[in-house]
């Protein structure tokens, strides 16, 4: 590994920083903020935090000293000119123009959505191509040990061919409809159609104001359909996935930390049919804990080597599903 790079975090919230306060979190995410992976990495130098918020840059310096604190890029002096890679974990509303404040970056993890709209996802990642700045996107399955050997073949050894899906998620399509449509791409391949769906327009509810949850279906190039059905977080919360396949069925469900396959067997009261065994699941380990690590660890290794198609989490692959969650969003705000 090269020397490890000055490191900024621009916007110094929940994600940033303050879910490492829950201690249920803890037990399953060690990792669960930017600020527990830059405290530990040894690719970063976590020089500075910038937020407008002064009780922000109080918990930045005195809960988890950082050298230099600013309510902007220009109030953290020379500093400014050395970072090299900023996290960007502000909401999606203030991305723009955060990028001018750091001369000298080579790449940003930046949060999703990319953009409140796909427009504005594009202006910003302009911005990145213009100046050369590498962008690895916190869609954080990307990065998950578990999920990425299913997207790598073990999915097709349990289930053989899915043959129906559904995906649950709430708290706002732009919000976690992007995680959910983000990772039926990974472990399904490309979209290549949607429809709303649903006798009623779902319901507005989340942290992106006025961000709906539609009912939708996803055809995916490979000829399946992925039932997205919204789920109001108020009651519980879920981001979860079922896949049937012709072999077995998949539950990744409990936001990614409960997988379940349950195997094929024979028919338990029909003689010469089959069944999938869902009384019988058998628990897969989930590694959701360790994937934000592994986020700056696939960054890291890409700087080394100067080597963009590394990525994980890349731009091109994060602005389809940008593109996709905005066409979805603009079709329900145009049903009413
Ligand atoms: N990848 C994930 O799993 C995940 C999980 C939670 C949140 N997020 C995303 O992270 C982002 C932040 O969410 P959050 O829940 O931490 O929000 P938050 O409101 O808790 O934190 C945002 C912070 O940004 C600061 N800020 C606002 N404008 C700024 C600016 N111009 N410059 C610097 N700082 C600024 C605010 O003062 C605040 O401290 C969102 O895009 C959200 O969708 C991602």
């Not at 940033?16 to 690719?43: I, K, N, S, W």
């Not at 090299?84 to 990028?99: H, I, K, Q, Y």
């Amino acid at each position: 590994m090269t020397a490890p790079y000055a490191a900024a975090i621009v916007g110094f919230g929940k994600m940033a920083q303050g879910y490492a306060e829950d201690p249920a979190m803890a037990r399953h995410f060690p990792y669960a903020t930017h600020a527990q992976v830059l405290r530990d990495h040894p690719g970063f130098d976590w020089r500075a935090v910038v937020d407008p918020s002064v009780d922000a840059l109080a918990a930045a310096r005195d809960g988890w000293n950082v050298p230099h604190v600013g309510t902007d890029a220009d109030a953290l002096g020379p500093t400014r000119e050395k970072i090299e890679v900023a996290v960007l974990a502000t909401g999606p509303d203030a991305r723009l123009g955060l990028l001018d404040q750091f001369p000298r970056l080579k790449a940003v993890i930046v949060e999703k959505p990319l953009g409140r709209t796909a427009d504005d996802a594009h202006a910003f990642l302009a911005e990145c191509r213009e100046r050369g700045i590498m962008v690895q996107v916190n869609l954080w399955r990307r990065a998950d040990e578990r999920f990425r050997e299913l997207a790598e073949g073990r999915l097709a050894s349990l289930l053989g061919e899915v043959q129906a899906a559904t995906c649950y998620y709430g708290n706002g399509l732009t919000n976690n409809g992007t995680h959910m449509i983000d990772f039926v791409r990974m472990l399904l391949g490309e979209v290549s159609d949607w429809h709303l769906s649903g006798a009623n327009a779902g319901f507005i509810e989340g942290p992106i104001a006025g961000d709906s949850n539609p009912h939708f279906l996803l055809q995916m190039a490979s000829g399946v359909e992925v039932a997205f059905q919204p789920l109001r977080f108020g009651h519980y919360r879920e981001c979860g996935l079922t896949l049937w396949g012709t072999d077995g069925k998949l539950d990744i469900l409990l936001e990614g930390l409960g997988i379940s396959f349950f195997p094929k067997a024979a028919h338990r009261a029909m003689s010469g049919e089959s069944e999938i065994a869902v009384d019988r699941p058998a628990p897969i380990d989930a590694t959701c804990g360790q994937a934000l690590y592994r986020m700056y660890d696939n960054l890291a290794d890409c700087l080394d080597c100067g080597d963009e198609a590394g990525l994980w989490s890349d731009a091109k692959s994060a602005m389809k599903t940008t593109a996709i969650v905005d066409a979805i969003r603009m079709a329900d705000a145009a049903r009413g």
